[in-house]
């Protein structure tokens, strides 16, 4: 199994920047690919951002497309979640996933989670 923690979350205002960390642990290597996850209160858990092992893959929901970016250093088994221009609307508790393929994670498949970290974007 792979253990996931997720760090960085917080208050921030509209318009801001938070940047969120995952690190990973234990039988990394059933899951290279890793990628971010976002639940709102009264909405179900959506797919935000997913990267391959090497990095050379990635894919972003469109509601986050040119304002988040996901990236990782493998050296330290840790996967980031870069958000600029933030919104109202990104608040939600923010999850670390990972999967043994990126497109697995793109398409909802996980197979091993974080328990979350919470961000709030005040207006």
């Known amino acids: 199994q792979v253990q996931l923690v997720e760090s960085g979350g917080g208050l921030v205002q509209a318009g801001g920047s938070l940047r969120l960390s995952c690190a990973a642990s234990?039988?990394?290597?059933?899951?290279?690919?890793m990628g971010w996850f976002r639940q709102a209160p009264g909405k179900e858990r959506e797919f935000v951002a997913a990267?391959?092992?090497?990095?050379?893959?990635?894919y972003y929901a469109n509601s986050v497309k040119g304002r988040f970016t996901i990236s990782r250093d493998n050296a330290k088994n840790t996967v980031y979640l870069g958000m600029n221009t933030l919104k109202p609307e990104d608040t939600a508790v923010y999850y670390c996933a990972a999967a043994v393929r990126c497109t697995a994670l793109r398409d909802g498949r996980v197979d091993s989670w974080g328990q979350g970290t919470q961000v709030t974007v005040s207006s």
């Open positions: 990267i391959s092992w090497s990095g050379g893959i990635t």
């Open positions: 234990g039988r990394t290597f059933s899951s290279s690919a």
